[in-house]
Structure formats: C-alpha cells, structure tokens
C-alpha cells in the first residue's frame, strides 16, 4: 500500500489527515505551517550556532526538522547574510537580551492539526 505524499510551497512539515477518497489509504501526509511566537530585537541566551544556513527559511526548517529544537535566533549580520542559532531548552526564554539585529522565534506548534 503506497502512500499519497502532497506538496506546498512553504516549510516541509507532515501532518496526518483522513482521506476523504476511498481509493487512497486512511492516512495521507500533507504540508503545513509551523506557528512561531515572533518576537523583534530580542535574542536569548544558551542557543547552539548551525554553520551553513543562509537564509531566515533555512533556519525555520531546520529547526522544525529537528526534534529538540524549540526556537532559533536569527541574526542579521552583513549585508543580507545571516546567523542561526538554535535553541533546545526552553528555559532559554527566560534570559532575553536586548539585540536590534536578531529575531527571536519561538517554536508554538510544530506542525498543528488543520483541514487541508
């Protein structure tokens, strides 16, 4: 039995929905967003630095792939390159600092329940 994988264009997460088709198995997988608690000019402290990542979406996904990860600082640096800092404990956000270069995102909901 084959499983229908479908695709959006947005951050690769997998959520288990009912197929509404008879033909298809029970359990289809289907993208959707993570939810974030954003926050502006923050940073926290006790984050692990990820060489590599680019890009603000990079930086999003790897934490969201990674199952310890709770939240990620992003810090603009030169020009349009970036920082990812990736934390995995929540007592982390307990200790934020004052950073007008950093965004602070913390993970809410891995991959919510929804209708797709």
Known sequence: MALLVLW????DCKCVIKSPFANLPPDV???CNPQW???QGVNARG??????ITTTAACLTACVQDTGCVGVDITTTTGSNIECWVHRNTANFNNLGS???NVLYILVD?????EC
């Open 29 to 31: 997988f289907s993208a």
């Open 37 to 39: 608690d954003i926050r």
């Open 99 to 101: 950073n007008s270069n």
């Open 8 to 11: 959006e264009d947005n951050i």
């Open 110 to 114: 891995r991959c919510p329940t929804r």
């Open 47 to 52: 984050a692990t630095p990820i060489s590599g």
